[in-house]
């Protein structure tokens, strides 16, 4: 009796000590899809099929083991890659994460403690300028990120000499300039969430997809509530607008915290 569905001899085989392989006769064995085929549809060794002849399967026997070993090897390395970027990422992520709490502190001075304007502002510089650094550190994993952390940068940089003019129109031309600027950094490091994300949770990378286009929206609205202004409706865009750019801040938190747990369970 054969010692494969195939006839091959496992005495002779090179490949059974590195693919682990038990033998194809054995029921435990689940690899082989031609031992499949043949317990399928009831045979019990390949000559009995009327199709062997022509079945690819049965041409390629030989060197079925070596794709098998090739296959298994590609997934190795693919776990440990999946397993190097986790651990890249889950470092940076959580440093994205938590720098929310000084910046919130930071706006919280500017605009309540004016005494302390001045510390807040210091601290909304730091911040900026260490979130535009950490995206730079992430660009190993994504280029979007190199694009994001430079722009953050240079908008973070610009706020300083932006403080000292007293020209307020100059000043009010210069914080507008740069807030196309800051607006084009969110996209790229939205997108680069997002592209990182793609094949390990593709719903969440959708949703920072999603969350770009809704600041977008959401910035249009604030500064065409900003030119109707004088009139009630521009009031009432402006707010609407100020409102979701609020909302969209704790969900850019909330999807930054997710992003950092997904990749968190990779690196394990």
């Known amino acids: 009796m054969s010692e494969t569905y195939c006839g091959k001899s496992c005495q002779t085989c090179g490949y059974r000590a590195e693919t682990s392989c038990r033998g194809c006769l054995e029921e435990a064995s689940r690899e082989c899809k031609l031992a499949l085929c043949c317990r399928q549809k009831g045979h019990k060794t390949c000559d009995s099929c009327t199709y062997n002849t022509q079945c690819g399967m049965y041409r390629g026997r030989d060197t079925a083991p070596q794709f098998r070993l090739a296959q298994k090897q590609a997934v190795l390395e693919y776990q440990q890659s999946l397993r190097e970027k986790g651990t890249v990422m889950t ?136 030119v109707l202004v004088i009139i009630v409706i521009g009031v009432l865009v402006a707010l609407a607008a100020a409102i979701a750019i609020l909302v969209i801040s704790i969900l850019k938190l909330v999807y930054l915290y997710r992003t950092a747990q997904t990749f968190q369970f990779l690196s394990r």
């Open 91 to 226: 470092k940076w992520l959580w440093v994205l994460f938590w720098l929310f709490v000084p910046s919130t502190i930071a706006s919280i001075l500017m605009e309540w403690v004016p005494p302390l304007q001045t510390v807040g502002v210091v601290v909304s510089l730091l911040c900026s300028i260490v979130y535009g650094v950490v995206l730079l550190q992430l660009a190993s994993q994504e280029q979007s990120y190199r694009t994001a952390g430079i722009l953050t940068l240079i908008v973070a940089l610009v706020n300083i000499p932006v403080l000292l003019i007293r020209n307020d129109i100059v000043a009010g031309m210069i914080v507008a300039i740069f807030a196309v600027v800051d607006l084009i950094s969110c996209y790229y490091e939205f997108n680069a969430h997002a592209n990182v994300l793609e094949g390990v949770d593709n719903l969440l990378s959708e949703q920072w997809r999603k969350l770009w286009k809704w600041m977008l929206g959401a910035t249009i609205a604030m500064v065409v509530g900003a």
